[in-house]
């Protein structure tokens, strides 16, 4: 049974740092591409960040360039996503996802798997 399972959530002053760990169990960590999603309440989820399989390139969403790095371990088969800079519109609950697709990183429906989410929370 794949599980995913995210931590690091929770309440951060506004110019703050969080890093939030996925932990993936039951697939095979080094044949998926790992891929951070977050849905702010109210609205859609949204794609954030995703570190590829097999050449481990990372991609960013506009709004966390800069800001947000990723990375993954696959020693631990967990994946980060360190977040600085935080900003108010970060609060959201993240979700972390896996696939094995070349392209469709940024797309919910080209998610094979998900965690239940981690809510982070950025006070002004």
């Known amino acids: 049974q794949v599980q995913l399972v995210e931590s690091g959530g929770g309440v951060v002053q506004a110019g703050g740092s969080l890093r939030l760990s996925c932990t993936a169990s039951g697939l095979t960590f080094s044949s998926y591409s790992m891929v951070w999603f977050r849905q702010a309440p109210g609205k859609e989820r949204e794609f954030v960040s995703v570190i590829k399989r097999t050449t481990y390139s990372t991609d960013f969403a506009d709004s966390v360039k800069g800001r947000f790095t990723i990375s993954r371990d696959h020693a631990k088969n967990t994946v980060y996503l360190q977040m600085s800079s935080l900003k108010p519109e970060d609060t959201a609950v993240y979700y972390c996802?896996?696939?094995?697709?070349?392209?469709?990183?940024?797309?919910?429906?080209?998610?094979?798997?998900w965690g239940k989410g981690t809510l982070v929370t950025v006070s002004v």
């Open positions: 996802a896996a696939t094995r697709s070349y392209s469709n990183y940024y797309s919910q429906n080209g998610m094979t798997y």
